[in-house]
């Protein structure tokens, strides 16, 4: 079956740790990216990649960091910079060969920092 | 500036009645696309439609149709038929630009919906 993968599903951290948040994908896709989701809110982007070895910063990538080092696999680390850090944490990736290729999502990480 | 706004926090429904959910956006791109998507209490998200703004028609999946008036930058959901498993949370989206731009998405607030039986 194809699809995303995020693993874990929940994870507790305590303020001041680095943490990474896995995603991997087995759609072949080109592109992935990292959405932010706050309690009631839409998402919002942090980080999008293209291609592999290519990122570029969305809308609040301050305090985050990204590698794309395989075209499966888009990890997320959450720095110690990040100021508000508990949210909910979604991976996507889609095609980009034609405007109606939507994007697939992973079933997310709940990251706690306390 | 809001990019995309859904102007109503939570909506109800009765069971097998249609419902219409709000959407509005702000561009001034020829080229973008509009999607709406699914956010079930699990917090996945599921792809429901979408509308170029190219598209002549309305774009329609099954039991979702999309009331697209370009000129009023209105991209409204339409849920024909409710269903209690329809209760969740919808999102709308916006593609701006050439695809060699990517397909980077913005998102609207979101709209809770509950199907009452």
């Known amino acids: 079956d194809g699809g995303i993968t995020q693993s874990p599903k929940y994870l507790f951290r305590k303020e001041g740790q680095n943490v990474t948040l896995s995603c991997e994908q087995n759609?072949?896709?080109?592109?992935m990216y990292w959405y932010r989701q706050d309690p009631g809110q839409g998402l919002r982007l942090i980080y999008y990649?293209?291609?592999?070895?290519?990122?570029q910063k969305g809308d609040i990538a301050e305090g985050y960091s990204v590698s794309r080092e395989k075209k499966e696999s888009f990890p997320l680390t959450v720095t110690s910079a990040q100021k508000n850090p508990t949210a909910f944490y979604l991976c996507?990736?889609?095609?980009?060969?034609?405007?109606?290729?939507?994007?697939?999502f992973g079933p997310g990480t709940r990251l706690t920092v306390t | 500036a809001q990019k995309i706004t859904q102007t109503q926090p939570g909506m109800f429904v009765q069971e097998k009645e249609a419902v219409t959910l709000d959407c509005t956006y702000d561009?001034?791109?020829?080229?973008?696309?509009l999607f709406w998507y699914k956010q079930p209490s699990s917090g996945e998200m599921i792809f429901l439609i979408y509308?170029?703004?190219?598209?002549?028609q309305n774009a329609t999946e099954g039991r979702y149709s999309l009331n697209f008036q370009k000129a009023r930058k209105s991209a409204n959901l339409v849920i024909s038929a409710s269903q209690l498993g329809d209760s969740a949370m919808y999102f709308c989206?916006?593609?701006?630009?050439?695809?060699?731009?990517?397909?980077?998405?913005?998102f609207g607030a979101g709209t809770i919906l509950r199907v009452k039986s």
């Open positions: 990649s293209q291609i592999v070895n290519d990122f």
């Open positions: 996507a990736s889609s095609a980009v060969r034609r405007r109606e290729d939507e994007q697939y």
């Open positions: 561009t001034s791109d020829q080229s973008y696309g």
């Open positions: 759609l072949n896709h080109d592109a």
């Open positions: 989206a916006m593609r701006e630009g050439p695809m060699e731009y990517g397909n980077k998405l913005v």
């Open positions: 509308q170029g703004s190219y598209d002549e």
